[in-house]
């Protein structure tokens, strides 16, 4: 399987491909449809796998990637139900030492997940819109 584009950008995954057309599959919506060779290029530089990988939302794919490990996960939840914290807060509150903690709020400013904020006059952090978008698509009536 390869990625092609078509002539205006849109990426698609080539799954067959004939002598004048190819069947495509669109990764946003997984629908397939022919489209005639001429139309389209090589997508050169993107795996067919990272190309798939954009059915799921932008925010989504943002938590997915950079979340390790459960725990890392409840904080951004947390986050999300309670909303900003002081980051004195956070270090009370939470089962997790002082530099783990740092870590993780470090990997999330860096995926533009959380922003530092000013909470209650002091120092803390807050979900990013994106964040706060991929959250509402991941969260809900999850089994336990």
């Excluded at 004939?18 to 090589?42: C, F, H, I, K, Q």
Aim: with cysteine; hydrophobic share 35%.
């Amino acid at each position: 399987m390869r990625t092609v584009r078509d002539e205006s950008g849109r990426r698609y995954l080539l799954v067959k491909r004939s002598s004048d057309s190819s069947l495509v599959r669109d990764p946003r919506t997984g629908e397939e449809r022919y489209v005639e060779n001429d139309r389209l290029d090589a997508a050169d530089g993107e795996s067919p796998l990272e190309t798939s990988a954009r059915r799921i939302s932008s925010p989504v794919r943002r938590i997915l990637t950079a979340v390790p490990n459960e725990r890392a996960l409840g904080l951004l939840v947390e986050f999300y139900d309670r909303g900003p914290l002081p980051a004195r807060s956070l270090v009370s509150a939470y089962d997790l030492c002082e530099s783990d903690l740092h870590g993780l709020l470090a990997e999330f400013r860096a995926a533009g997940l959380i922003e530092e904020r000013t909470v209650a006059g002091e120092r803390g952090y807050g979900l990013t819109g994106t964040a706060q978008d991929g959250l509402a698509s991941l969260v809900g009536d999850a089994e336990q």
